[in-house]
């Protein structure tokens, strides 16, 4: 099952898209926005493989909203103005819909979407990797044609980036970029010594300086938010850890 969300501002044009969504066996609507602002909350409360996303919107285009995104999920954008095309396929959209688009386009935007997240997912499971490793192990990281060392006590935090990671150590100033999900690396690290606190970031759990209302201060300055789905799971191990 494919997770999507619809935005788009024209209320008529979100209820068709809420419709043609209900016609698709495999995908399931987990909401639908009037607004980029909306759908960004949603996101943060909600698990979602893919949005069809409205470019002309006010106050925040579909366009600003995806490059806003640190991962965004799979995106079908669907707009009146053709011009949008190639600006669309420059944030690797999955596919473009010309209003008004009928069922039939709707429905080969929506094949296109299930094999493109088929295609990811095979990759990811060909990344998956069994062995759990200590503090005290090295990993090593395929990036750049380069092949790199890291021990998990060197890792200062993760973001992911699309199909990528984005590994920031302490011997280095710019991340190691690395084909994989932050889901298999989550599973490959040291169980206890990480927490993933957002869809899209990881922290090593004693490189915590301070917390705040929806962020974490880091010890070297960095400062990463926190969201909703991982509030908890943060608050009780602070909790664990507290005195006083």
Do not use: W
Not at 4 to 12: C, G, H, Q, R
Not at 107 to 113: D, K, V
Not at 165 to 194: C, N, R, T, W
Request: net charge negative; glycine share 4%.
């Amino acid at each position: 099952m494919i997770r999507v969300i619809a935005v788009d501002d024209e209320p008529l044009a979100l209820r068709q898209l809420e419709a043609y969504i209900a016609k698709v066996p495999y995908l399931r609507l987990e909401g639908s926005c009037l607004s980029a602002i909306e759908a960004r909350k949603l996101l943060e409360t909600k698990v979602v493989n893919a949005m069809f996303l409205d470019i002309n919107m006010p106050d925040l285009s579909g366009l600003e909203f995806v490059r806003s995104l640190q991962d965004p999920p799979l995106v079908v954008f669907t707009t009146a103005y053709s011009e949008y095309a190639v600006e669309g396929f420059k944030v690797e959209a999955v596919d473009y819909l010309l209003k008004p688009f009928s069922l039939a386009d709707f429905m080969a935007s929506a094949e296109r979407l299930k094999s493109r997240l088929e295609l990811l997912e095979s990759r990811e499971a060909k990344d998956a990797t069994p062995v759990a490793v200590t503090m005290d192990d090295a990993v090593f990281f395929h990036t750049d044609y380069r092949t790199v060392r890291v021990r998990p006590a060197q890792i200062r935090y993760i973001e992911s980036m699309s199909e990528y990671v984005k590994v920031y150590v302490d011997f280095q100033q710019s991340p190691l970029i690395v084909l994989m999900s932050l889901k298999h690396l989550m599973e490959a690290l040291p169980a206890g010594h990480f927490m993933r606190i957002h869809r899209s970031c990881i922290i090593p759990l004693d490189r915590i300086k301070e917390t705040g209302k929806g962020e974490v201060l880091l010890d070297d300055g960095t400062r990463l938010p926190v969201g909703d789905l991982y509030r908890q799971d943060l608050k009780d191990y602070l909790s664990s850890k507290s005195l006083g």
